[in-house]
């Protein structure tokens, strides 16, 4: 009976995700080139080759690096103003409310290309309103600055981005979750004089445990998994790739350098990666008894 | 609910409300600011004045004359649109055996259809062009529609599962109780109750699909299925010495304002959809 209900769904996801990991752990274990794909050269099984070759590679393991470390301020960023605004939000009236709502909602409906393209022309060299607004009030050695040439601004510009895109999410979340505690057990605590911060820390915080927990670890999936803004925003991975992440670095080696066989296997190292993080999510969510 | 503190001090009201403006000029000002650039002249596109000096709509007439854009927009669309109906209808039929029956390896279901919302795409951007260019799906709409629904499914049957928990099913059989078919009990006491669950989903789905950047520019070659994400980065204005700048500008507001706005208007929907599974209400 479930089945029948069931039997689409299932369907569908072995079709098209099943069949095409299958496929992806296959590429990876062969010397796949752009020869291959166009049948002017044999298939070369490699075995682990392409794994070998990955993980004697240097430029690996800077971008594997760069990726933690950007996913890392992604989602501290995000969390840190997500949890602030879910905080406002619960001290504020309900036009200002609304109107944070609003405002958070739009950054968040914002498609991650279009999105990018507006942080581009924000910071835009020569146009742009922040360097305009910047040697508007004294820095003048900021007109004409470059935001996407230096690696660490680069990095810093996406951040933002990312995380002005992002952090609706765990400020709704957060604000529900917030609302979801019962008045008494506050004002029981108010009552026997502990102050705001003490109410904060004591009373609330372990409360939301739980769900800090979750939003944070989908953070982390979701920033260790950035590919358009990266992508878009250093024109696919900066100057000489130093602002290359895990996934835009498995694209450019399968796509731009036709290199298959090493893309793959870059695939399914990342895979590996986060279905550890997806592991340790599951069990989060089994401990604060979430019913799946 | 639980307010913080009773006792508010008219500094702490006005530290509120300049963090609470601060707050929203960071959400608005980028999205404000591409608007300006897309209404600007070439000759002040450069000016840095963030209310034009002078408006125009030439940007938009150029991109609405390029039969590049309007292809797609088009694309976009109608891939977007079939995409969330096939998700929503095949999450549908499954959130309601999640939710209503029992079967072995229900948990493990919910467990896949998590793993999947969190599998990196890129991972099957080179398999998936593979197939696709050996069964003749590449640059299609279905070489879209897809693994659009193959991720898209995951969050339907998710959100609609958490929403389908919250429906009184006894209201089903009190109503056949009552002397009204099955078909009956489903149409008028079980639909318009799931409805709104189906809705928001179907929202949430459509915006997936419609901000994928990823697929559409791996699996697509020409503008006969390119969306407008994908379209977008091949830009490069109306004529080739032109600066696209102001076309980019108009192009951006185009696919972004229409969400923006449908997402403001069914603000409470979409708070509820994407807080139903972190939070149980």
């Known amino acids: 009976m479930a089945f029948a209900y069931l039997a689409p769904t299932l369907l569908v996801l072995a079709g098209l995700l099943g069949y095409p990991i299958y496929q992806l752990v296959l590429i990876s274990l062969y010397d796949y080139n752009q020869e291959q794909v166009s049948g002017n050269a044999p298939l070369n099984f490699l075995g682990l080759g392409n794994y070998q070759k990955l993980l004697s590679d240097k430029q690996f393991w800077t971008v594997l690096a760069q990726t933690v470390g950007f996913a890392a301020v992604c989602v501290a960023g995000t969390l840190l103003v997500g949890t602030a605004l879910a905080v406002l939000a619960t001290r504020v009236r309900a036009v200002p409310r609304t109107l944070l709502f609003l405002a958070a909602l739009g950054a968040w409906a914002t498609p991650a290309v279009a999105g990018s393209t507006i942080w581009l022309f924000l910071f835009d060299a020569n146009f742009g309103l922040v360097n305009e607004v910047l040697s508007g009030i004294g820095l003048h050695g900021m007109a004409g600055f470059s935001w996407t040439y230096g690696q660490w601004t680069a990095f810093g510009l996406v951040a933002a981005q990312v995380i002005w895109c992002s952090f609706p999410f765990v400020m709704v979340t957060l604000y529900a979750g917030i609302r979801a505690i019962p008045g008494e057990v506050v004002e029981a605590a108010a009552l026997d004089g502990a102050s705001t911060t003490r109410i904060a820390r004591s009373v609330i915080l372990p409360l939301l445990r739980p769900l800090l927990l979750v939003v944070t670890i989908q953070s982390i999936i979701w920033d260790f998994k950035i590919f358009t803004q990266i992508y878009v925003m250093t024109n696919g991975g900066g100057i000489a790739g130093r602002n290359l992440v895990l996934n835009v670095y498995a694209y450019q080696q399968a796509f731009a350098a036709s290199e298959y066989g090493l893309g793959a296997s870059i695939g399914v190292v990342t895979t590996v990666l986060l279905l550890a993080i997806t592991v340790v999510y599951l069990r989060v969510l089994k401990r604060s008894g979430e019913v799946l | ?281």
């Open chain 2, 1 to 281: 609910m639980a307010g913080l503190g009773g006792t508010e001090t008219l500094g702490r009201k006005s530290r509120w409300a300049i963090l609470d403006l601060v707050v929203v000029v960071y959400a608005l000002v980028p999205v404000l600011w591409i608007m300006s650039l897309s209404f600007k002249t070439t000759k002040t596109l450069t000016d840095g004045n963030f209310i034009p000096r002078e408006w125009t709509l030439d940007n938009y007439k150029a991109i609405f004359q390029t039969s590049e854009f309007v292809r797609a927009l088009g694309n976009s669309i109608g891939i977007a649109i079939i995409s969330t109906v096939i998700a929503v209808v095949l999450g549908t039929m499954a959130a309601y055996a999640v939710a209503r029956l029992d079967f072995p390896g229900k948990k493990a279901l919910v467990g896949v259809s998590l793993l999947v919302a969190m599998f990196p795409q890129v991972s099957l951007v080179s398999p998936l062009f593979e197939i696709e260019r050996s069964v003749g799906l590449f640059n299609t709409w279905p070489g879209l529609i897809l693994p659009y629904i193959t991720f898209a499914l995951p969050l339907s049957i998710y959100t609609l599962s958490a929403f389908f928990r919250e429906i009184p099913w006894e209201l089903e059989k009190a109503a056949k109780m009552d002397g009204a078919t099955p078909a009956q009990a489903f149409r008028k006491v079980i639909a318009p109750l799931a409805a709104p669950g189906v809705f928001t989903t179907a929202i949430l789905v459509f915006i997936l699909c419609w901000n994928d950047f990823l697929f559409a520019i791996s699996l697509t070659s020409t503008s006969a299925s390119r969306t407008v994400p994908a379209a977008l980065s091949f830009f490069t204005g109306a004529s080739q010495f032109e600066d696209p700048t102001g076309s980019i500008s108009a192009a951006a507001v185009v696919i972004t304002v229409p969400i923006i706005v449908f997402v403001l208007l069914f603000q409470r929907r979409i708070v509820a959809g994407l807080t139903s599974g972190a939070v149980k209400g």
